[in-house]
Every structure is written in structure tokens, then in C-alpha cells.
């Protein structure tokens, strides 16, 4: 076998470890590049950032945040467009960086290539935000027929479950479309989806925001086949529809709740003599809508028993002399007569107790004129009225000590009366 000459093969090897120590040597430098860069970046103040992008003129980043810290300084530098331009031809899939610029080119009176720069976001970034700009960008534009297009993309893209996990503020968005237009059916159709969990959060804005009008409208979509997501604003909306007299409305979503099982409770019809909710004191009182309210002060101990109807009341002794227990708002036909009865059993004389049922004109808290004991009760209904406020009472009676022991309410009944 004939010997390898080594002594020719020794300036190959050297060019191949020169050229492998210079890759190391240009890798090291880069590195040392990128850590200083990151760095200064980090830091975040705008001199700092510049120094990041004089060491790493490539990052778009670097241009990105370096056009928001000179906005915060100089908000009227051209500097701020031509980072943000920068930033977007080194990397044209940075959405944030061309919804940015797109603000810069409205501003600027160019509202094509502003347009143009935000489709170009939403193409590239199916998320929310290229479309929640274009919503605002068309609002602020005048075009109504392109934001409404945009309005019900947005809520598309919230979907239900980022809705329900807190992920998305609905508001915003409700709050933008009122400003396009004032006309709540044109809302309805042209940006709420027919979707019940967006549909039941913009029954909740109408209602906070005091829109009884256009909530009636929203309701009255939710209210056949009523699911369970929606229950705390259908209970809402019946609140508002009571406190503003609207018994009719408020009557017709209650039973609503009751024929799709939300409420454990028959459904409501005056005219047929059915104005109580729960007589019987079987359910924990919820406090909404038509059923029972428990008003009692902390001094007065309230116990609901299941499988023992009715309520208790525990009384110290050391009560205020003065005080309702429950109440309920219940529909009535107006100049009809009704009665009053109550069952009850005490560890005192219930007859000289002090504790009697009164009706109440519960928006003008006047009370209605009644004869009768406190466990007997008959009234006439004002020509005018077609809801009244049913409460329980205790009113310490002259002469007589504070009470003490259990009062245990078992059933009360209100009909008719000739």
C-alpha cells in the first residue's frame, strides 16, 4: 500500500478549519448583535430602541415599537408613518404594524391607500382586530353600508365561546353601531347575528343603557324557546318592564321563562284569577320578576326548609320596632276587589303580633286603602292599576314587647273578590 502524503493535504485542512472558525466567529458576532439589540430594546425607551435598531436595522419589531414610543413624544412626526411603513416591508404579514400605518395614511387625507393597507391586515390576520379598525375606520368615513358588513363580521369572529369566557367586550361594539344609527330595527337586522348568547349581552346593553323600546324587540327573539344562557337577562328585562309598568310586557316574559323551564313557577294570568306566584312558599324566593322578595333585617333570622314548605321567621326581640318581611309585585286587573288569606302558625299570638299583609302601589310606594286583620285582607284595585306590590309586615303593637320566637308562614291565597 503505498504512504499517504500528508504534508500535501495540510492546506486543505487549513482552509476548511479557517473557514469553519470564521461561520463560528460570524455566528458569535451575530449573536452578540442580537442580545445587545434586544437589549437596548427591552429597555424600552424611544433612544434606546433606535440604538436596537441600529444594531438590528432588519427587525421589524424594533421599527414597530420605535413609531409608538415616538407617537407618545411626538405625535405629529412624520418619523411615525415611515417606521411603521418600515416595519411593514420587512415583514408583510405584520398585521398590528399596517393597521397602525393605515391611521397614519387617514390622518394624512389618504383614505384609499389607508383602505387598501387595513383589507390588506384583514386578509393576512383573521382575528378581530383587522375588522373591529374597519368597522371604526368606515364609521369615521361616513360609509354605513361597508360597516354594517363589518359590524356583524366582528361579531362573527367574538363567537360565542369568546363571548361567554370574557375574551371579548361586546360593548364597544353595540356602543359604535348607536352611533351609526339611532334606529334600533335597523341594528337588529343589519349587525346583531342571529345568535341567542350575542342577542342575550345586547338585551342586557339595551336595558343598561335604558333602551326599553328596542329591548322589547331583542326580547321578544329570545323569549320563544328561552335557553338558560339567557336567563339573567330575560329576568332583567322583567324587572324593568315591572318597574316601568309595563305589566303586560313583563307578564308575557314570565310565562315565557315558565313554559321553557327556567322558572319552577305556573305561568301568570289575572284575568283568570292567577296573580300569585309560589303561595305555597315551596321554592327558595329568588327575588326577581313576579316571585317573593325577603326583606327582613339582620336582627330577623329567614329560613326556606325544602320538604317543609313555607318560610320562618325568627325573631330576637331585639328587631326594629318597624319593617317588612316579604312582598311580591302581583298583576291585578284594574277595578276589580280582591281578598287576602294567610296560614301561619307562632311560638306567639299571631292575632296581636303586629305582623298583617297591606298592599302598596309599589312605583309610587302609596299604600292602597284595605279593611281587615292582619291575616285577612281585602282591597280594591285603582281603575288605573294593573300591578300591585303584596307585602308582609311588622308593626309593633302599642303596649305590647318586641316579639320573640318563630313565626312560620305556610300559604297565602289572593282571589277574586264579589
Same mark, same amino acid.
Given at each position: ?85 418600515? +416595519? ?26 389607508? %383602505? ?32 354594517? +358588513?363589518?359590524? @356583524? ?11 361567554? %369566557? ?15 344609527? @339611532? ?236
Amino acid at each position: 500500500m503505498p504512504a499517504i502524503n500528508t504534508t500535501a493535504l495540510r492546506p486543505a485542512g487549513m482552509i476548511v478549519w479557517s473557514a469553519l472558525l470564521l461561520v463560528f466567529l460570524l455566528g458569535t458576532f451575530r449573536a452578540t448583535l442580537v442580545g445587545l439589540s434586544d437589549w437596548y430594546f427591552r429597555i424600552g425607551t424611544q433612544p434606546e430602541i433606535e440604538r436596537a435598531i441600529h444594531y438590528m436595522p432588519s427587525n421589524a419589531r424594533y421599527h414597530y415599537y420605535d413609531a409608538l414610543a415616538i407617537e407618545q413624544n411626538k405625535p405629529t412626526s412624520p418619523d411615525i408613518a415611515r417606521q411603521f411603513e418600515q +416595519a411593514v416591508r420587512l415583514n408583510p404579514r405584520f398585521s398590528d404594524a399596517m393597521l397602525a400605518w393605515s391611521v397614519e395614511l387617514e390622518l394624512a387625507g389618504q383614505r384609499a391607500a389607508a %383602505e387598501a393597507l387595513l383589507d390588506r391586515a384583514q386578509d393576512i390576520d383573521h382575528l378581530l382586530r383587522p375588522s373591529w379598525a374597519l368597522a371604526n375606520f368606515y364609521y369615521r368615513t361616513g360609509n354605513e353600508a361597508k360597516f354594517w +358588513a363589518e359590524a @356583524q363580521n366582528c361579531f362573527r369572529l367574538m363567537s360565542r365561546t369568546g363571548v361567554m %369566557e370574557g375574551r371579548f367586550a361586546l360593548v364597544p361594539v353595540f356602543n359604535l353601531c348607536w352611533n351609526v344609527t @339611532q334606529d334600533p330595527s335597523t341594528i337588529l337586522t343589519k349587525a346583531i347575528p342571529n345568535d341567542r348568547v350575542i342577542q342575550g349581552y345586547y338585551l342586557g346593553y339595551l336595558l343598561n343603557t335604558n333602551r326599553f323600546e328596542a329591548a322589547k324587540q331583542v326580547a321578544a327573539l329570545l323569549l320563544p324557546n328561552a335557553q338558560p344562557i339567557n336567563q339573567p337577562f330575560l329576568f332583567a328585562y322583567c324587572n324593568s318592564m315591572i318597574a316601568l309598568g309595563e305589566i303586560a310586557s313583563a307578564v308575557q316574559a314570565w310565562n315565557a321563562m315558565s313554559a321553557s323551564h327556567l322558572i319552577n313557577f305556573a305561568p301568570l294570568n289575572p284575568a283568570a284569577n292567577v296573580s300569585l306566584t309560589d303561595s305555597r312558599f315551596s321554592a327558595p324566593p329568588t327575588g326577581v320578576g313576579f316571585d317573593w322578595r325577603v326583606r327582613v333585617p339582620e336582627s330577623v333570622r329567614f329560613r326556606f326548609t325544602d320538604g317543609s314548605p313555607g318560610y320562618q321567621f325568627t325573631f330576637n326581640g331585639s328587631q326594629p320596632e318597624a319593617f317588612d318581611l316579604i312582598s311580591e309585585i302581583i298583576p291585578v286587573v284594574p277595578g276589580r276587589t280582591y281578598q287576602v288569606t294567610s296560614n301561619a302558625k307562632a311560638d306567639f299570638d299571631p292575632s296581636a303580633s303586629g305582623i298583617r299583609w297591606s298592599v302598596w302601589d309599589y312605583r309610587s310606594n302609596h299604600q292602597i286603602g284595605a279593611q281587615g286583620d292582619g291575616h285577612l285582607l281585602k282591597f280594591a284595585v285603582p281603575n288605573n292599576v294593573s300591578a300591585l306590590e303584596l307585602r308582609l309586615s311588622y308593626q309593633r303593637q302599642m303596649g305590647t314587647l318586641m316579639l320573640k320566637g318563630d313565626y312560620d308562614l305556610n300559604q297565602v291565597t289572593l282571589k277574586q273578590s264579589p
